[in-house]
């Protein structure tokens, strides 16, 4: 079984501080891992995506994450906040060599302050 | 290339009746998820859709179905609305079964009173 946990449910930062949203894993093989974002009353946007290449994956919007696997972590940071960026975030894994049905985490919200 | 599209985006509807929701995918994936997304339960996988066959299918009860068209469009039908039915239903598209990388639909908002 596989499993994604994210801590916060909400995150609240200053506009041009530094973005960390929290994500752990559980996952019996090897995952994929996804980060999407959401916006108000939209669908989901990919982010950004690890597929057992590079563990630092940079994705959209300046957005990178990286894998740790001694830690079963997948971390989403940016390095300067802006308005734009407030929204939901999902974490979400697949098991390698299943159904490739991803589990999502509950989600965090991201918070900018001006 | 256009998106996912979803309709109607918004749909109220009372207890005892039944809704369908509709999905065109991105042109060329032939593979349909479906997802229910709600405060309490987060994002759930309902089913998937690939070649008109249902592939995979999540923990839901059978008031909930779907099908897929030759133009690999999909339907999702729930019979015998329940509020707790109320939730954001969200189609997603991908080249083919298996694929780890889905796009998005914009969802329909589903309102049971």
């Known amino acids: 079984a596989q499993s994604v946990t994210q801590l916060g449910s909400h995150v609240s930062v200053s506009e041009g501080a530094l973005v960390l949203l929290r994500c752990n894993y559980s996952?019996?093989?090897?995952?994929?891992l996804f980060w999407y974002v959401q916006y108000p009353n939209q669908g989901l946007q990919l982010l950004l995506k690890?597929?057992?290449?590079?563990?630092l994956v940079k994705g959209i919007n300046g957005f990178e994450a990286e894998f740790k696997k001694s830690e079963t972590s997948f971390h989403l940071t940016k390095p300067s906040a802006h308005m734009s960026d407030a929204a939901e975030y999902f974490c979400?894994?697949?098991?390698?060599?299943?159904?490739?049905?991803?589990?999502f985490g509950r989600g965090t919200s991201l918070i900018v302050h001006p | 290339k256009a998106g996912v599209t979803q309709t109607p985006r918004y749909l109220i509807k009372t207890r005892g009746q039944q809704v369908t929701l509709s999905c065109s995918p991105i042109?060329?994936?032939?593979?349909v998820s479906w997802y229910q997304q709600t405060p309490g339960q987060g994002l759930q996988f309902l089913f998937e859709?690939?070649?008109?066959?249902?592939?995979n299918k999540g923990n839901f009860p059978g008031r909930f179905s779907g099908r897929q068209f030759s133009n690999s469009r999909s339907e999702m039908n729930v019979s015998t609305l329940e509020l707790g039915d109320s939730a954001l239903y969200l189609c997603?598209?991908?080249?083919?079964?298996?694929?780890?990388?889905?796009?998005f639909g914009p969802g329909t908002r589903l309102t049971v009173l």
């Open positions: 997603a598209s991908s080249l083919t079964s298996g694929s780890n990388e889905q796009f």
């Open positions: 996952s019996s093989v090897p995952p994929y």
């Open positions: 690890y597929t057992s290449a590079a563990t």
């Open positions: 979400a894994v697949i098991r390698s060599g299943g159904s490739y049905i991803p589990t």
């Open positions: 042109s060329g994936h032939r593979s």
């Open positions: 859709y690939f070649s008109e066959t249902q592939r």
